[in-house]
């Protein structure tokens, strides 16, 4: 029997975002399969006790890593007896390798989001090895960070099925209510909330009854807001918590209007749920949907696209549903937690063990992405 391993999480906070929704979901998993899981942040979040109840104790250290200020950190965490650190994001890589550094650990961090200001931080990493969640940050991260292939493993975000609601393929009365249409995410530029608004008018404007969601908070929400108002559909569109993202599952659309996009949590989330999905073809979106199967992909920043396919979800509830079932049979497939974890464990064990280099460089089953020079360089 392997002997167990200590891995220590670097996060920025257990708190509602993305990063740690994923985490939580993989942490059960990992400890559940015999890894040990500690975490240190260098914020609290309200997420910390679910971390803790699952095995996985949080501690936070503002200066976390500091070279001068992280003696703190470097002593719990010498305390810990760990084998390996991961940084769950790239902003986290300096500190990380400070630790891994004094502490004569290997170091593995994750990148998750395409954008540069995410990828910058990981161009100069010289730790053990990286993590891509899909295709398209791999290929970004060769193209544009100079990071060798060799040490990019494609990993995606895995999703503990046991978590969310189960999804319910029954037939609905179209008549029995009025369809709501949704999306998810932080409120930024990249998001894509624009567009989704624009999109929602242009439905309406066609006389469909519907209702609109946006679940999430940002620092474009009062631009949103008064966009809507703008366009005389604010009386349609509800404004929600992501909190309460556990919803989904009452929707009849998920929309993913972004611009720019690592892998897709809330695509991956709707999926799972039997929520029929609408995404735009950007990055990491094409290892989640195969248009006219798992779902519809629109091209990006077109509102006018973005309108006809939720027109076409909402209007062909049959064929729709069959996209639901197909796409949460792509979940189970190859982003459940039962598929990921032990591709994850392995490949914890192999930097551990100082054989990285004899792993292949993808994990899944799904084709490469096929994308154009302009999103793998960025704009």
């Not at 679910?50 to 500091?66: I, K, M, N, T, Y």
């Not at 894509?192 to 969601?213: H, K, P, S, T, Y």
């Not at 679940?215 to 631009?223: S, V």
Request: aromatic residues 6%; glycine residues 8%; hydrophobic residues 45%.
């Amino acid at each position: 029997m392997a002997k167990p391993i200590h891995v220590l999480w670097l996060i920025e906070s257990p708190d509602q975002s993305g990063i740690a929704f994923a985490a939580k979901h993989m942490a059960g998993g990992l400890i559940g399969s015999g890894v040990k899981l500690s975490m240190m942040a260098i914020r609290p979040g309200v997420n910390a006790e679910d971390f803790a109840q699952l095995g996985c104790p949080v501690q936070v250290f503002p200066r976390l890593g500091s070279f001068l200020f992280g003696g703190p950190s470097l002593a719990a965490a010498r305390k810990l007896e760990i084998d390996l650190i991961h940084t769950l994001t790239p902003n986290l890589a300096r500190q990380g390798l400070s630790l891994a550094k004094r502490l004569k650990v290997p170091i593995v961090a994750t990148v998750n989001r395409m954008d540069w200001e995410e990828i910058r931080h990981i161009a100069d990493f010289r730790g053990t090895g990286v993590i891509a969640v899909s295709d398209a940050i791999r290929e970004r991260l060769a193209n544009t960070a100079g990071i060798p292939q060799h040490k990019i493993r494609v990993i995606p975000t895995g999703l503990d099925l046991s978590k969310l609601p189960r999804p319910d393929f029954s037939p609905i009365q179209e008549s029995l209510f009025t369809p709501v249409v949704g999306t998810l995410g932080q409120l930024t530029e990249r998001k894509g909330q624009r567009v989704f608004l624009l999109a929602a008018a242009n439905i309406l404007r066609r006389g469909f009854d519907a209702e609109f969601v946006i679940f999430g908070d940002g620092p474009d929400r009062m631009a949103l807001r008064q966009l809507a108002t703008e366009l005389k559909i604010n009386k349609r569109v509800t404004f929600a918590p992501q909190t309460l993202s556990g919803q989904l599952v009452r929707i009849n659309v998920l929309v993913e209007p972004s611009l720019q996009e690592g892998l897709g949590l809330s695509v991956m989330q709707a999926m799972a749920m039997g929520v029929p999905v609408v995404g735009t073809g950007v990055g990491g979106l094409y290892s989640l949907i195969e248009d006219g199967k798992t779902g519809l992909m629109v091209q990006a920043n077109n509102p006018q696209a973005l309108a006809s396919a939720i027109w076409r979800v909402l209007k062909h509830p049959e064929d729709s549903l069959e996209m639901a079932r197909m796409a949460r049979e792509l979940i189970e497939e190859q982003f459940s937690i039962e598929v990921v974890i032990p591709i994850l464990v392995d490949y914890y064990r192999s930097i551990i063990s100082g054989d990285l280099d004899k792993l292949p460089s993808r994990t899944s089953s799904h084709p490469p992405t096929s994308l154009s020079v302009r999103e793998v360089r960025g704009s």
